[in-house]
Nanobody, 114 residues
Framework: QVQLVESGGGLVQPGGSLRLSCAAS????????MAWYRQAPGKERELVAR???????NYADSVKGRFTISRDNAKNTMSLQMNSLKPDDTAVYYC????????WGQGTQVTVSS
């Protein structure tokens, strides 16, 4: 079993940056894949970025070139660096992990507004 806790959300102006972190309750080196999803009001949850155990990454077209996903096995954390934020990035962001099952964090709110 894996517990995931997100942090780093908040209110930011358009064009600004935020860094989200996801702390895992176990050594993430053993976790097959991790990802960030987001869900905006009235919309379905969507994949933002994912990273494999080997470090391969994939991004949604809407965030390519602006967001960077990374993982720190020594600290058991995964991060999402978000730059050039837009109002359309406003959503609750969720950490996700696959380890003999699927696990979700509780989510952290990101609001991009002037």
């Amino acid at each position: 079993q894996v517990q995931l806790v997100e942090s780093g959300g908040g209110l930011v102006q358009p064009g600004g940056s935020l860094r989200l972190s996801c702390a895992a309750s176990r050594n993430i080196f053993s976790i097959d894949g991790m990802a960030w999803y987001r869900q905006a009001p009235g919309k379905e949850r969507e994949l933002v970025a994912r990273i494999s155990r080997g470090g391969s990454t994939n991004y949604a077209d809407s965030v390519k070139g602006r967001f960077t996903i990374s993982r720190d096995n020594a600290k058991n954390t995964m991060s999402l660096q978000m730059n050039s934020l837009k109002p359309d990035d406003t959503a609750v962001y969720y950490c996700y992990a696959v380890y003999y099952g699927s696990y979700w964090g509780q989510g952290t709110q990101v609001t991009v507004s002037s």
